[in-house]
């Protein structure tokens, strides 16, 4: 029987699958095979390097050493990673900018910029000079590779000893390191990224490298950075020139520059360089008999006066200098706004009220920002301390601000048709699974904006962003009002949760003083060569403002917030006669607290709270805050021209408060803790005359010397 064709496909193709089927039966049992012989002599291998007794002991621990290290070598990348971010850019670069500071009124207030020239080599300071420094702040300086264990053990047991901080266990290299990179708030990260960055410092520069950048970096008190700088202040010379007694000065004032100024305390600064030079003998790098005569003649300083640098306010305009200066204009005498008694009023209102009430709330730090109605930043405060921490805490700390971010979503409201009579449930709302509380864990009714606003209900701004605005148009209204800091665009942001600086707020709430208009701060009127050039002028060169409020959403603003010190949350702001607005604010677990306000002449933002983020005790934007605003806000409109909030027609509370107003500043005299009498100040016009005059004498041609004969007859 002949086979057809289709039969003998259908064969071949059967025989061909069942070729496949064979191979690969025959190669899993080949691998199967093979597999059990490898496990086999593997077994037989291992069980001939079996380890008993303590050599298994010593591979144990070995291989979970290596498990441990491999793991911690993830963790330390993973830590280290955010320190080295930091050396981005050019850091060996000094800034080339040498700026001379005046105030207002014309006045020197300081300078800022680091000339190349002004820095003396470690190699010409005399022998003495780095002893001082190092047997001080850093004994083992050329033996650790950054971080000294040995010395912060030392440290440790002596602050136990002493039941206080005595020493301070940072190596000169993690001082450098933080000077360079990083700021001086008090957290775990960045104590982790100093260790990082100063093994890295280590790594790529040498120890003479080093010293010179710490004793030409470090802030030296009165306003002077570096060594050289600080012994022009203080003795009129060169370090070059200093002698024992010097030295041991200058290298006791690296712990606390302000506390041991010699020319604000020069007893708490000679005895600080007494402990100096007993650190030179205990350090064996000099003997008794070698500092003896330092001791018998302690240095003397040049008087200066009690000159207070206001080194935050310095720091922030030479920022700004740097920013505005055009291209090749280094050397230049920059015109500012500060105004001295203003600045003066708001240290010591900080100050007064943190000394006082500080250990009630649980509170260390706070902030300051003043501006006028014309946008003219007149005071900075960035802290307590300058000596103690650089870090502009008005400038550069993001903190969230609780419902003093409010203002900005009623604005939004308000350019969106709603008014302070519109009705908004105050009860319970839900907005994507987040259900936001009010202070104090109740809700209201159907309420009035006004009301929502002036009470603080939080509930309310929340339903009106999530029923009519949208997350958007309130980080729009913000940004549109001169919020520079980054906003994140959650939901939780309405009540507050992204951080701001105080110099945001201020800049804000500004817009509310200035009719709506956004883009006139500024604390540089003019930058100056020292031949007279003007190279740019605020008047010419600054972009014209822009309006980002109507006059109705600007009216309604104004009169919700200026209930706020009346029948609201902030009556502890409520200044004597005057009309005043604001906004409080507090953040969970009370780590922030604000108050932010304003009147017809000036706008100020006050932040209180702590560099850790720890909490403080139930303080709230109302209590400490609003008292520290008020006192210096005070201060700040006696002996001027009372001006209108725009809106509300009055600068007084009624029309008789004139007399009401003046009755209470004589009242106020009498008291023993009232803030200093600000002294009168030129009007605009005068201001403006005086300084037209100054311009015309420049400008004038020299004139021509006398003759022999005039000369002769005198």
């Known amino acids: ?53 303590w050599r298994r002991g010593v591979i144990e621990l070995l291989s979970e050493g290596f498990t441990l290290g491999a793991a911690g070598s993830v963790v330390m990348l993973a830590l280290a990673l955010p320190a080295f971010e930091e050396t981005k850019g050019d850091w060996r670069a000094q800034d080339d900018f040498a700026v001379t500071f005046l105030d207002r009124y014309g006045n020197e207030i300081g300078q800022r910029g680091i000339i190349q020239r002004d820095s003396v080599p470690v190699d010409e300071m005399p022998d003495h000079v780095i002893k001082a420094v190092l047997a001080t702040e850093d004994r083992r300086f050329f033996d650790h590779y950054g971080i000294d264990f040995f010395g912060l053990v030392r440290a440790l047991s ?8 005595v020493q301070g266990g940072s190596s000169i290299t993690q001082q450098l390191a933080k000077n360079l990179f990083l700021t001086n708030e008090r957290t775990l990260e960045r104590k982790i990224k100093e260790a990082f960055l100063a093994v890295w410092l280590e790594a790529n520069l040498t120890k003479k490298e080093i010293l010179q950048l710490y004793l030409d970096r470090s802030y030296m008190g009165g306003g002077t950075f570096g060594i050289e700088a600080a012994a022009d202040f203080y003795f009129g010379k060169s370090v070059k020139d200093i002698n024992l007694a010097e030295a041991a000065m200058l290298a006791g004032l690296f712990k606390a520059p ?6 604000i305390n ?17 350090a064996g790098f000099m003997t008794e008999g070698q500092v003896l005569q330092a001791r018998l003649r302690p240095a003397d300083v040049v008087d200066r006066g009690d000159r207070k640098s206001p080194d935050y306010y310095l720091d922030w305009a030479f920022d700004e200098v740097k920013r505005l200066a055009p291209p090749g204009h280094h050397s230049l005498v920059a015109h500012t706004t500060f105004d001295a008694g203003i600045q003066n009023a708001a240290e010591e209102s900080l100050e007064f009220h943190l000394r006082q009430y ?23 405060v960035g802290g307590r301390d300058y000596g103690s921490s650089q870090f502009n805490r008005a400038t550069k700390a993001l903190r969230q601000t609780g419902s003093s971010f409010k203002p900005y979503v009623y604005a939004a409201a308000m350019e969106h048709g709603l008014t302070p009579s519109t009705v908004i449930s105050g009860g319970p709302v839900n907005w994507g699974g987040w259900q936001p509380h009010n202070y104090g864990g109740g809700y209201s009714g159907n309420v009035t904006i006004m009301t929502a606003l002036v009470k603080s209900i939080n509930t309310v701004p929340v339903r009106i962003t999530k029923d009519k605005l949208g997350i958007d148009a309130v980080v729009d209204m913000a940004e549109a009002m001169g919020v520079e800091s980054p906003i994140e665009r959650f939901k939780t942001t309405v009540l507050g949760t992204s951080g701001q600086t105080v110099m945001d707020q201020a800049t804000g709430y500004s817009v509310f003083a200035q009719n709506g208009y956004v883009g006139t701060r500024h604390g540089i009127t003019q930058l100056v060569t020292h031949t007279g050039t003007v190279v740019w002028d605020h008047s010419k060169d600054q972009p014209p403002p822009r309006r980002v409020l109507s006059d109705q959403a600007l009216r309604y603003m104004n009169e919700m917030l200026s209930q706020v010190p009346v029948i609201g949350t902030a009556r502890r702001a409520a200044l ?30 006050v932040w209180l709270g702590n560099d850790d983020f720890s909490p403080t005790r139930n303080m709230t934007g109302g209590s400490l805050p609003a008292m520290i605003w008020q006192r210096l806000m005070v201060y700040a409109h006696q002996n001027i021209d009372l001006k209108p909030i725009p809106g509300i027609e009055q600068p007084f509370v009624d029309q008789n408060v004139a007399a009401k107003a003046e009755e209470a500043e004589r009242k106020q005299a009498a008291e023993a803790d009232k803030a200093l009498e600000r002294p009168p100040v030129l009007s605009a016009r005068t201001t403006r005359l005086l300084r037209a005059m100054s311009q015309m004498l420049r400008d004038a041609p020299p004139l021509a010397p006398p003759a022999a004969e005039t000369l002769s007859s005198l």
């Not at 002596?158 to 901080?165: G, H, P, Q, T, Y």
Request: hydrophobic share 45%; net charge positive; glycine share 8%.
């Open 1 to 53: 029987m002949v086979e057809s064709e289709p039969a003998r496909k259908r064969r071949r193709i059967a025989a061909f699958f069942l070729a496949i089927d064979a191979w690969i039966d025959s190669s899993a049992y080949e691998l199967g095979f093979r597999l059990a012989q490898f496990w086999e002599t593997a077994t037989i291998l291992s069980r001939r390097l079996r380890l008993k007794g």
């Open 158 to 165: 002596e602050n136990l000893r002493a039941n206080s901080v």
């Open 258 to 263: 302000s506390k041991y100024a010699p020319h």
């Open 576 to 605: 004597p006669g005057i009309v005043s607005a604001g906004k409080t604010g507090t953040t969970q677990a009370y780590r922030d607290a604000w108050y932010c306000g304003f009147t017809g002449n000036f706008t100020a933002a």
């Open 358 to 380: 500080g250990k009630q709330y649980n509170v260390q730090e706070g902030a300051i920002v003043v501006i006028e109605t014309n946008g003219a930043v007149r005071a900075i």
């Open 266 to 282: 020069l007893p708490a600064a000679r005895a600080r360089a007494n402990i100096v030079l007993n650190n030179l003998v205990d």
